[in-house]
């Protein structure tokens, strides 16, 4: 039995993790009073029970409810009914931004601005991420990043580790990436920018690709690179670091830094990490 209870911060994508687990034939239900979880695990373990994949979505719409939360979490920990906690975070800039982009007001900013109705949120919200068994931020990720994210934790059974790590190339002259934990210049590496044929292309193309790497300077900065980052992961896990953003920068973040970033999470994507993948600048000119 698979019983998944999925909450998170309002804007943060709860509503397509749901989608994506429904997708998946996990049986769903949306906005179940907290107080309710308890009689509805009873009939899901119940011996005679078809249902062997369940997602509970709970959020701060049933705030009313909210206080009994953490009372039906325990009585099913009591009684030995396995579950886990999904819960979806995610910066108070972008959350900012997705409401501004719907235009959407907060469910707890009816008579206060956006910003502080996160900032409540984020402190009520604040005991259950402690519990949760998954957290996933999705400051840096589109649907389809969250859909292969669930799709990984959910489909594959991985044992994930409770680190989503983010690798994201970006351009100086466009600024620099503000959320970032660690930022690496890659500035010094062959340009493809001079050559014309390239010019136009991406780090996300082969061609590129061979040709920022094409060093003997590349390749030793990148294997020193991944030597460090293969060192700071596990300490960043054992510290108990939710979310790692690695920021690549070059010039205009279209073709070093892109380069260099896919490297990266393609490297750590096969050592089993939970990697998010994204190039802010790479259309821009």
Same mark, same amino acid.
Request: charged letters at 30%; a positive charge; glycine letters at 6%.
């Given at each position: 039995?698979?019983?998944?209870?999925?909450?998170?911060?309002?804007?943060?994508?709860?509503?397509? &993790?749901?989608?994506?687990?429904?997708?998946?034939?996990?049986?769903?239900?949306?906005? =179940?009073?907290? &107080?309710?979880?308890?009689?509805?695990?009873? =009939?899901?373990?119940?011996?005679?029970?078809?249902?062997? *994949?369940? &997602?509970?979505?709970?959020?701060?719409?049933?705030?009313?409810?909210?206080?009994?939360?953490?009372?039906?979490?325990?009585?099913?920990?009591?009684?030995?009914? *396995?579950?886990?906690?999904?819960? #979806?975070?995610?910066?108070?800039?972008?959350?900012?931004?997705?409401?501004?982009?719907?235009?959407?007001? %907060?469910? #707890?900013?009816?008579?206060?601005?956006?910003?502080?109705?996160?900032?409540?949120?984020?402190?009520?919200?604040?005991?259950?991420?402690?519990?949760?068994?998954?957290?996933?931020?999705?400051?840096?990720?589109?649907?389809?990043?969250?859909?292969?994210?669930?799709?990984?934790?959910?489909?594959?059974?991985?044992?994930?580790?409770?680190?989503?790590?983010?690798?994201?190339?970006?351009?100086?002259? %466009?600024?620099?990436? &503000?959320?970032?934990?660690?930022?690496?210049?890659?500035?010094?590496?062959?340009?493809?920018?001079?050559? !014309?044929?390239?010019?136009? *292309?991406?780090?996300?193309?082969?061609?590129?690709?061979?040709?920022?790497?094409?060093?003997?300077?590349?390749? !030793?900065?990148?294997?020193?690179?991944?030597?460090?980052?293969?060192?700071?992961?596990?300490?960043?896990?054992? !510290?108990?670091?939710?979310?790692?953003?690695?920021?690549?920068?070059?010039?205009?973040?279209?073709?070093?830094?892109?380069?260099?970033?896919?490297?990266?999470?393609?490297?750590?994507?096969?050592?089993?990490?939970?990697?998010?993948? *994204?190039?802010?600048?790479?259309?821009?000119?």
């Amino acid at each position: 039995m698979k019983f998944v209870i999925v909450t998170g911060l309002s804007g943060s994508g709860k509503s397509e &993790a749901m989608r994506v687990l429904e997708d998946m034939g996990f049986y769903c239900i949306d906005n =179940l009073p907290p &107080a309710l979880i308890t009689k509805f695990a009873e =009939l899901c373990y119940h011996p005679n029970s078809s249902i062997d *994949k369940v &997602a509970l979505g709970i959020d701060i719409r049933g705030r009313e409810f909210f206080e009994k939360l953490h009372e039906s979490l325990n009585y099913l920990k009591k009684e030995n009914y *396995k579950y886990e906690i999904l819960y #979806l975070d995610c910066s108070d800039a972008v959350l900012l931004k997705r409401y501004k982009m719907t235009r959407r007001n %907060h469910p #707890l900013a009816k008579n206060m601005q956006i910003p502080e109705g996160i900032k409540k949120e984020r402190k009520i919200m604040e005991s259950l991420k402690d519990r949760a068994d998954c957290i996933i931020d999705t400051t840096n990720m589109k649907p389809k990043d969250l859909k292969e994210e669930i799709n990984r934790i959910y489909s594959n059974g991985e044992k994930n580790l409770n680190l989503t790590i983010s690798v994201v190339s970006f351009g100086f002259k %466009h600024g620099i990436l &503000a959320d970032a934990d660690l930022v690496f210049d890659v500035r010094f590496l062959p340009n493809p920018y001079y050559v !014309e044929e390239l010019r136009d *292309k991406t780090g996300d193309e082969q061609v590129v690709r061979d040709y920022v790497m094409n060093s003997k300077v590349s390749e !030793e900065f990148y294997n020193k690179l991944l030597d460090m980052i293969h060192f700071l992961v596990p300490q960043y896990i054992e !510290e108990g670091k939710q979310h790692l953003v690695i920021g690549i920068g070059c010039t205009g973040g279209r073709h070093r830094s892109v380069t260099i970033s896919n490297l990266i999470s393609e490297d750590l994507s096969n050592k089993g990490y939970r990697v998010v993948r *994204k190039h802010r600048d790479s259309m821009l000119r």
